[in-house]
Each structure stands twice: as structure tokens, then as C-alpha cells.
């Protein structure tokens, strides 16, 4: 199967569609097994799936929708099962089944591979999968498409069913929507549901589906088919990628019944399937205009910020970036109404402190969407506790998690960031949320975070806490402990502290607090690992009295020392940095996040969640460091032509993996080893900091 990307064409900009094409049908299973799609709906729900159309995942689903945006979300329709039988169409004159939509179950291996499967597009709101069913009457084409309802979650299947049927037979199809009704973490297990779990009200059209002790109710409507109750179980459908991760990976599915149409022969006909959480009607075309305007503005407004490039092919990855940027934007509900926020990833994770902060200047201020920065920057500072904001909102809708270090200080960069962008002064209480951080970080705080007086440096956590993005907390052991005096702690805190300085007058005192905590950096971590910084400095207790040691691990993480646009350390110490780093830890996807001869390097992601757990930050290389890593190389080396190249250079291999990893989005993670030549993604397929860091980066190599 062969990728590229196609252009719904206007005047001037592109909205981009991956495009999946095979010439011969059989190529598109493997890549169509592997590579996945997500369309999410504004609200915190979406679509997602494999290529291929079989689900691999808990969380693939035509309609997963949030019942208080953009968390506490279920999956309502988990796919639908669509049979064409054509009479006469298969040897001998016998007649043919064929089902579009290929099931995994618990006793069926391996996969089955879908013959008819010729080409999957995915735009900006939907996905299209097209078949071509050959027979011994003629050859019978479809094209089924799959469109969101943007911030209103909804979803409508389409059928454009083409005939070339030779005989007076009628083609059929029968379509059984697989629902689950459950919370999208969860599986209904092997033996949980039966048919009196749900209840069926018929509307003519099709039906409303309740479950019992579920709040959402779920309403299909057939425009051009029949609906006839036939209520039934599907047992044991398996998912593969669950069984990967070592996860609970079987469930049962209920079918309320069956929508069906015949075709005429020599014929095109038009179908359509409209499934929403809730009784109520889509104006699927307004949806559309909305959702398209939005992108092409955000599209417009990133390469004009590069100054509009003239090279196609870095225009193309601006847009792709650009357009990959809105999946992570949602509203959030708050006590005060409707706000924003930014989802971390999809499927699993929901708006996190740090990762909303980091992700902040590239999703929203590189698209011009300031308001809405405006309104996330608010979002988190209402709900700020300890002087800290959340590390994040919890996903269930109970209270929110402040288990964090450095969320609170990628926040205050993001409010200087938004100014700057915005080309307006804080309002006032964005300005005293920034003081509460910095006077709690201060003063100390929870988790033992605080500052030492002595060094002008923070310390944060113990052995038993995670509070760092380095995080990975399982059964009470800490895989990456770096308690104490982390490089890219301090790193930030020096830059807030003088990025506080240039909001208002006032606050002249911190820069002597900004210069005594650079110079312990000099002076105390600028000896590490390879000529770099280092990582992390610990206490370790004595009898009589304790004394603080240096990690002898080479990580990533001093690459937000010579990133940051205040830190500002002397040079020779930055290009040591930046040499280290790039001789132990860059490869072709992102950066490693151990040297590879640490011992407790970790090559592939792959196992249980614990070993998923203890590889996580030991090794997995993550995208999204491409960004520090690359501002980093141009601010060491001026910002000069080569250092501008090769950021881009870096950045538009990645935006590559939009073609094949991911339909239309970058993923979380890759192993940090290749096999067979290439690093294996892994983790969340479409993950915010990753399309964040790469859309920042390129349009910064870009201007002047």
C-alpha cells in the first residue's frame, strides 16, 4: 500500500486528507492493522479505529462521546456490522456475502485480511474507506464515509453503493450497529451483558438503546433503509493491541437490531446512518463549514507567522501540523462555564497541567487562536490549590490531581508566551496566579516542593513520588526516581522567575533570585555525564549530616537549560550540553530518554505494563523533545542558516510519520531501538506535544 497525502483544493491553502491507496487490495491489511485514524468531535469524544476498519483497541469506536466535556467519556457504537449479499455473484453461479467490516474474536487467529478494501482517506471530519467487490455478474463498488459532528457528538455512516451488476437481482445490505454503552476505559467481559441489559424503543426510522444504570442514550436513525428489531449478543470479540500491552482484551457487544436496503442493479444509491448520544438533530453541513473554517484560519495564520515559505513541501508540513493541531483543542466545562482546555492524547489520556502548558504556544498561539489560550490559561489558573495547577483533571469528573513539579512553571511560560504572541499585557488575574506559584515555590509547598536558600535552586519529592514529566509511578515504585534538584526544574524556574519580571513592574526582587539559582547550575551541575549537565542532584541522608549527589545518568532534560528563552547560560557550557545530548540520545524519531549504556536502559516498549512502565522514561524515545532539542541547537548556534536547515531537516522527517504511523497525526512514543530497521511507535497514536513541538519548531526556523 502506497501513502501520500491529497489536497482538497482553494485559493490559496490546503486542508490535507491522508490518503491510503493499494493497487493490489491485499497489501492493505498489514499496514491497515497497524496504522490508525482518529477523528475526534471538539468535546473530548471521538472516532478512532484501524484502517483496516477492525478494531484493535477498547477505545476504537465510531462514537465515543463525553457526558461532562471533555472528560468522563463513554463508547456508545463500537462499529457496525455491514453484510452485501449479492445473488449469483460467486462460483458457479452461487450467491456472496461480503462483509466490509472485519471482527477479531477470542478463538480466531490470525487476522483476517479484507480482500475489497482498495483505498481509506481521512479529512478533516471524516474518513472514507472504499471497496471494489469484483463477482462472476459484474463489480459492485462502495464508498462508505464517516463524519464527526464538531462540539456536538454525533456521528453519520454513509453508503454511496454503485451496481454494475449485470443480472434483475436486487443487491442487499444488512447493517447491525455494535454497541457497548460503557465507560471507555472499561470492557463489557465474556458473560457480563445479555439482552435484557439494554432495552429498545423502535422510532420507525430505527431506535432509541438504553442500558440499564446507564445515563446516555443512544439513538440511530436509517435515512433509506429499513429497521427491524432483532436484538442479540455478540461473545468474545477480541482486541490485539490489549492482548499487546498485556490488558484485559475481550468483550461482548450487543446488537439492538439490523437496518437493510436492496439495491437495484446497474444502480448507485445513497444511504446513511445518523447515531447520536441523545435524541436530537445535526446540522451536519453547518458542523462541516465550522469545522473547516477553523482550520483553514489556523492554517493561514502558521504560515504567515513563517512568513509565508515558499518551499512546498515545508508549506505542506506546516499545514498538516496546523490542521493535526485542532483534534487536541476542547471545551471543558468548568464551575465559572464553558471554557478550553487541551487534551494530552488520544485515545487514553485527558487534560494534563504539563502537557497543556508545553503544548500551549504550539496548538494555539502558532495558529492564532489566542482567545482560546486565553481562556485554557484561565481554565487551569481558577483551579490552582498549593500554588500549584493541576497535574490533571481527573477523568472520572472527582477531583483534580496536583502531584507536579514542573506544570506550574510551564504555565507561567505559557502566560509570558501568550502575551508576547498576543501582543497584550496579562489581565491581572493571570499575573497573581503566576505570583501564587512563584511566592508558593518560595515559601514551599506540598510534596515537598520548595526552594533552598542556600543554592537558589528547587527541590521537590522523595523517593516514593513522581513529579517530574518523567513519571511512571506503578504499585508504588518509582521507575525514574529524580526527587531533589532536577536540571529542567530549575531551568524553569529561572525562566519564570524572569519572565514574571517582564509582565508588570513589581517583582524586580526575583531576578537576584534568577541569578543565584544560574550560577549553582554553573557551578554545581555543569559537570555531568559526557561533558553535559547534569540530571539531577539528590539528598542523601547521613548520620551526622546529609549531603547532595549527582545522577551519573545521561537524560534528555538538560535540554530545557539551553531551550529556554531566559535561562541563558554561558555558551561553552551549552554546546557541551547540546553535543552530549545528540551523541548518546537522537535518533530519526526523537530523543532517547537514557543513554543506551546505562544499565537500566530499556530498548523497546513492549511487555507488561510494568515493563511498559519501567521502559517508559528509560530509554522510549519520545517526539515531542525534537522541540527543546532543536530550539536548543539554534540558540547555540545563533539562530544561523545550517542550525535553521537542520531543524527543519529533523522536523520534516518526523511530519513524514503522519503518512505511515498515524493517518494524519504523530504519535507518543517509539522504541528506543529500531527493528528491522525502524523505530516501532507505541503509546498514544495521536499525542498533543508531539504535533505542538513540530509546528512551533518549523514556523521558529522560519522567521526572521
Known sequence: MTTKISENSSDTLPICSASFRSGKPTDSAGLGFESEWVIPDGLGGFAMGSIAGVGMRRYHGLLCVSQQPPVCRVMLLNTLDECIHIPGGGPCGCDLDVRLTGFQFADQDPLIENPYLTEFIKGTDSCQWVYSIPTQIGRVQIRKILTIADQQGGCRVEYAIESGITTDDDITIEIRPLVSMRDFHELNHPGSLSIDTFSIESTGSGAEVSREGFDTTLSLAGIGLDWHDSPSVWRNLRYCHETDRGQDDTEDLYNPGVFSAKIASRLTKMLSIEVVGKSGSVDWNARSTVKHTRIRSAIDHALALAANPTDPILRDAIARLAQASDDFIVKRATDAGDSVSILAGYPWFSDWGRDTMIALPGLMLTTGRFDEAHQTLHTFAGAIEHGLIPNRFDDAGGSSHYNTVDASLWFVHACGQWSQAAGKPLDQGLIDACDAIIDAYIAGTINHIGLDEDDGLIAAGDATTQLTWMDALRNGVAFTPRHGKAIEINALWINALEAR????????????????????????????????????????????????????????????????????????????????????????????????????????????????????????????????????????????????????????????????????????????????????????????????????????????
Not at 541569578?515 to 555531568?528: D, F, V
Not at 545521561?554 to 531551550?563: G, W, Y
Not at 540558540?635 to 527543519?648: I, L, M, P, T
Open 501 to 704: 519580571i517582564r509582565m508588570d513592574t513589581g517583582r524586580d526582587e526575583l531576578g537576584k533570585r534568577a541569578e543565584h539559582a544560574r550560577e549553582s547550575i554553573i557551578t554545581r551541575m555543569a559537570q555531568g555525564p559526557s561533558g553535559g549537565l547534569v540530571d539531577c542532584i539528590t539528598r542523601e541522608p547521613g548520620v551526622r549530616h546529609s549531603r547532595w549527589i549527582s545522577s551519573d545518568e545521561l537524560r534528555p532534560n538538560q535540554l530545557f537549560a539551553l531551550s529556554l528563552p531566559m535561562v541563558n547560560l554561558p555558551e561553552p557550557i551549552g554546546r557541551r550540553s547540546f553535543d552530549a545530548v545528540t551523541g548518546a540520545l537522537l535518533t530519526p524519531v526523537g530523543l532517547r530518554t537514557l543513554d543506551s549504556a546505562n544499565p537500566n536502559y530499556c530498548p523497546h516498549y513492549t511487555g507488561s505494563m510494568t515493563d511498559r512502565d519501567r521502559a517508559y522514561h528509560n530509554g522510549t524515545v519520545w517526539p515531542w523533545l525534537f522541540g527543546p532539542y532543536c530550539e536548543a541547537m539554534l540558540r547555540v548556534n545563533g539562530f544561523d542558516e545550517a542550525s535553521r536547515k537542520h531543524a527543519q531537516a529533523i522536523m520534516l522527517g518526523l511530519v513524514a510519520k503522519m503518512e505511515s504511523d498515524a493517518a494524519g497525526q504523530l504519535f507518543e512514543i517509539y522504541d528506543a531501538e529500531p527493528t528491522d530497521g525502524q523505530h516501532k511507535p507505541q503509546g498514544c497514536m495521536a499525542q498533543a506535544w508531539s504535533v505542538s513541538e513540530a509546528l512551533r519548531v518549523l514556523v521558529l526556523t522560519c522567521r526572521s
